[in-house]
């Protein structure tokens, strides 16, 4: 007895005006975020200061606690003008730049050592792990101890804190290169120094601007912290004299201050990474 077989047919496809078979219509559905926002990194701030700004016009919020914008936009004028907010800002951008350009130049020559190699991961992956674990904050008595409570401890404690995430991140895109391209260097005979040039750095150049992002905002975290034990300048010893005669105003500007140079120092992070990465086709590109 014969079957019957039903097949799903699609329905047919129109003449265009030619005779001719229209083409399908294909879907437009958009998967991925998007185009990019111009400044769009700016939206996000800006709303948070427009409803600063609305609580406190209508009372929502007490002075006490936090002032309104305007108020603080009195007291920065105020350090602007009589050169304490320029003096202090200086000092703490130089000890987050000198830190930050040692702790990813160490943090680098640690990830290729461990990177490229198993005796160098077994001498320095355990130990910047323990590091890892362990708080800044918790470090501070020991190296006091150690160094003092000069500048030089203030440098340190910043340096081993930005170099983790340049270590673990670059360390992670190291050990994730195509073996394919090791295979390569070794037939074309390529030296240690060729391979880590042309290699190893290239490809774990992804790894190494994450760590980059957040070495620059873990470099101003640091540096409130270490600020605010027996300093004489600073963003964070301003701050710390402010709590002592109760100007909660003086304080909102450090914390705006150090904000606004992590966001810029953020900024700047990806825009060299969108210019040292561009061939790459991603979702953020």
């Known amino acids: ?13 129109a003449l265009d005006t030619t005779g001719t078979l229209a083409p399908r219509r294909t879907s437009t559905r958009r998967l991925g975020p998007g185009k990019a926002i111009p ?3 700016a939206v996000g701030p800006v709303l948070l200061l427009l409803l600063w700004v609305i609580s406190s016009a209508a009372g929502w919020l007490d002075p006490q606690t936090l002032p309104a914008p305007w108020t603080i936009y009195q007291a920065g004028a105020e350090l602007i003008a009589d050169g304490r907010l320029q003096s202090n800002l ?16 160490i943090g680098i020559v640690l990830a290729l050592v461990a990177g490229l190699s198993r005796l160098g991961e077994a001498v320095v992956d355990g130990p910047v792990q323990i590091k890892r674990a362990i708080p800044t904050l918790a470090l501070i008595p020991l190296f006091i ?9 203030k440098i340190i404690v910043i340096t081993t804190s930005v170099l983790i995430p340049v270590y673990i991140n ?11 391209f090791v295979e390569l260097a070794e037939t074309v005979d390529l030296s240690r120094w060729q391979f880590i040039r042309k290699i190893a750095l290239p490809g774990a150049l992804p790894g190494f601007f994450t760590g980059l992002r957040m070495a620059v905002t873990i470099s101003w975290l640091a540096l409130v912290v270490v600020e605010q034990v027996n300093a004489t300048s600073g963003i ?13 105003d003086i304080i909102v ?3 705006v201050v150090y904000a606004l140079f992590g966001l810029i120092g953020d900024t700047l992070v990806r825009s060299a990474e969108r210019k040292a990465l561009a061939w790459r086709q991603t979702l953020g590109g």
């Open 1 to 13: 007895m014969a079957t019957l077989t039903l097949r799903r047919t699609s329905p047919p496809r």
């Open 39 to 41: 400044y769009g990194l």
């Open 145 to 153: 101890v150690w160094f003092g409570i000069g500048e030089s401890m």
């Open 236 to 248: 964070g010893y301003l701050m710390t004299q402010a709590r002592t005669y109760g100007q909660i």
């Open 253 to 255: 500007v450090g914390l």
């Open 170 to 180: 670059t360390h992670a895109q190291l050990r994730g290169v195509d073996k394919r």
């Open 90 to 105: 200086l000092t703490s951008v130089q000890r987050a730049g000198i830190s930050l350009v040692l702790g990813v130049a």
